[in-house]
């Protein structure tokens, strides 16, 4: 079988390489495995420099399934060359040609090897152009796929600058801003605002400035995914530590207090601890002499306490009093 895919796939004739290339998508791991030892990743990127509908999708199937849960397979077939004519495909005139690149870009980007070659190969900036796109050129999955892409091309540090100096922090605010704060468009979409703002003082202070960014984190820590929620704190928590004084009573005047007492006591356990974090930062006055520890456990005892009151008393003129006297104000939407 393994033999006469081979021949197939090195054949002059374009419908039995089609057909071959379908082929390695009923195979086993173990016979991918040998038939890339055999080396059939030349022959599948050649029928991607074809002008042949039927052949490039083919083709970008089997690199799909092969690049598929195999770290080795992603290397090898990053290395053929592929990354170049991924991204001459991605603006073929076929939309699913064009989000098949995408996502095997994607699958490409998930192996740390990959990243350093793909991130030199000039992809950011087309990328991050895709993200822009609108209308029937563009899926939300296709969408998805990028941001993703940007997200594991991101842990190589030395791509944020170009990722703060194009439009990507406006793109991602406004789709954090205009979608379904669950969806998980948005939870990459918070990831990724996240690592780059992390690593990049002016993209904070750009974040924080952007008009509706803190309402739309402040929604996303309501309403979001559990991993969603954590990013979303954590963003916030981060323009407060940097200018507390400049953001404190924006953040407060969006409402942040309600999702963060809820957050502080079933969030996920990296989000409780920035939750309680960023109550501390939003506080009326100083600690007055209370350690770090025992201030967190004073605001969780009292935050768990008006959870407990909550269908009694609501959050409606709520005020979340410490032991010290003083009081993290709650401000409402109107």
């Known amino acids: 079988m393994e033999e006469v895919v081979i021949e197939a796939l090195t054949s002059h004739q374009a419908e039995e390489r089609i057909h071959a290339a379908m082929e390695l998508n009923r195979l086993t791991s173990k016979q991918k495995h040998r038939l890339i030892e055999k080396g059939i990743i030349h022959?599948?990127?050649?029928?991607?420099?074809?002008n042949e509908y039927e052949a490039?999708?083919?083709?970008?199937?089997a690199l799909l399934s092969l690049a598929y849960g195999s770290e080795r397979n992603k290397i090898k077939i990053a290395k053929s060359g592929v990354i170049h004519i991924l991204l001459k495909l991605i603006h073929f005139e076929s939309v699913n040609l064009t989000e098949l690149s995408i996502a095997t870009m994607f699958i490409l980007s998930s192996c740390t090897t990959n990243r350093v070659s793909i991130s030199s190969s000039g992809a950011i900036p087309i990328l991050i152009e895709i993200l822009?796109?609108?209308?029937?050129?563009?899926?939300?999955?296709?969408?998805?796929?990028?941001?993703a892409t940007l997200l594991?091309?991101?842990?190589?540090?030395?791509?944020?600058?170009?990722?703060?100096?194009?439009?990507?922090?406006?793109?991602?605010?406004?789709?954090?801003?205009?979608?379904?704060?669950?969806s998980d468009l948005v939870e990459k979409a918070t990831a990724l605002l996240e690592k780059v703002?992390?690593?990049?003082?002016?993209?904070?202070?750009?974040?924080?400035?952007m008009p509706g960014a803190i309402q739309a984190l402040v929604e996303t820590i309501e309403d979001g995914s559990?991993?969603?929620?954590?990013?979303?704190?954590?963003?916030?928590?981060?323009?407060?530590?940097?200018?507390?004084?400049?953001?404190r009573e924006l953040i407060l005047r969006d409402g942040v207090i309600p999702g963060l007492l809820q957050l502080s006591v079933d969030g996920t356990w990296r989000a409780r601890n920035l939750a309680q974090t960023l109550l501390q930062h939003l506080r009326d006055g100083s600690s007055n002499g209370l350690d770090t520890k025992q201030l967190k456990n004073e605001v969780l005892e009292h935050i768990m306490e008006r959870i407990d009151h909550a269908e009694d008393d609501g959050f409606d003129d709520t005020a979340?009093?410490?032991?010290?006297?003083?009081?993290?104000?709650?401000?409402?939407?109107?």
């Open 56 to 61: 490039i999708e083919a083709a970008l199937l």
């Open 197 to 209: 703002i992390s690593s990049s003082e002016s993209a904070l202070e750009n974040t924080a400035a």
């Open 152 to 182: 594991n091309l991101s842990s190589w540090t030395q791509i944020i600058p170009s990722l703060v100096s194009s439009n990507l922090l406006t793109y991602l605010l406004h789709t954090i801003y205009a979608s379904q704060k669950s």
């Open 43 to 50: 022959p599948l990127v050649s029928m991607l420099d074809s």
């Open 320 to 334: 979340l009093c410490l032991s010290d006297g003083s009081q993290i104000k709650v401000y409402h939407k109107m």
């Open 132 to 147: 822009h796109w609108e209308g029937p050129n563009i899926s939300d999955q296709a969408k998805l796929d990028v941001i």
């Open 226 to 247: 559990p991993e969603g929620k954590e990013h979303a704190v954590r963003i916030l928590l981060l323009i407060c530590q940097n200018s507390r004084d400049k953001y």
